[in-house]
């Protein structure tokens, strides 16, 4: 029962605080919002541009240029051997006829190519394999394999093409990443050092209150109390408003994401919805104690008055 009371008090000082010190207590949440919202940017980043980059890895496939005498039973042999490799999702082989097509489809609004097709007496493109990776991170691994066969149909290879391009994505998402977990760390910084302050100013302002309560033998744990009590519901606090403006911008950016990924199922609102509470629940429990802890300190170096 005493434990109790106690408890109620110390909520109902730390309420106190909070509406004494309403100015500086806004900032402190504004501040912890820009934090928590510059962390929750970075994960949209990371899950956007992981699809990107997974959207762009599907369509990155290797090109085995054929020559044009090659004969039909060359060429399925040569797809069969190539299927059997462990890094091998899948083996197109695409014809001549077929590649024209393709070409003429891709550049219809080119009336210059066109015309100049028209001008050639026969197909100027050849066939090929059209060659799957079955994961990409294991690209190296299958270029390996490819360049060992040497079959005397092949023609030529793209294999360099789309290893650059790989690389460059991947350098591109890691900057990506880098940059928003320097700027979250940055805000993380300025939230400790505003709690910090926060907790300073409170303590200034009831240094008097705090004395009287030491002389009456209050603990170091009753008067410490309401700012550690603050800390959390500042924390909680910046977490609501976090999450309604979070997903209000989510809902705005959505159409657009799904221009962007035409054909693809990439929906950042389900994302965030389906770890909702695996993001912001863990983003409230680290906000709260990373508070509680900056509280804890300011308030054990300043509270001895």
Partial sequence: MAFLLSLGRIIKFSFQDIIRNIWLSLITVMILILTLLSVN?????????GAAVGTVKEKVDINLYLRTTAE???IMALKARISSLSDVKEVRYVSQDEALSVFKRDHVNDPQIIEALRELDKNPLTPSLVIKPTNTDDFDNLINELNKIDDPIIESRNFEDNKLMLNKINAITQRISDVGFAVSLTFMFITLLVIYNTVRVAIYTHRNEIAIMRLVGASNWFIRGPFLVSSVIYSLVSMLVVIFAFFLFLNLLQPYLETFFTGYSFNIIAYFGGNFWAIFGL???AA??????????????????
Avoid: P, Q, T
Wanted: proline share 0%; charged share 15%.
């Fill in 41 to 49: 940017l970075l994960l949209a980043v990371r899950a956007i541009s």
């Fill in 288 to 305: 709260s104690i990373v508070n509680m802890l900056a509280s804890l300190v300011a308030a054990g170096k300043y509270s001895h008055v």
């Fill in 72 to 74: 039909r039973d060359s």
């Fill in 283 to 285: 983003e409230l429990l």
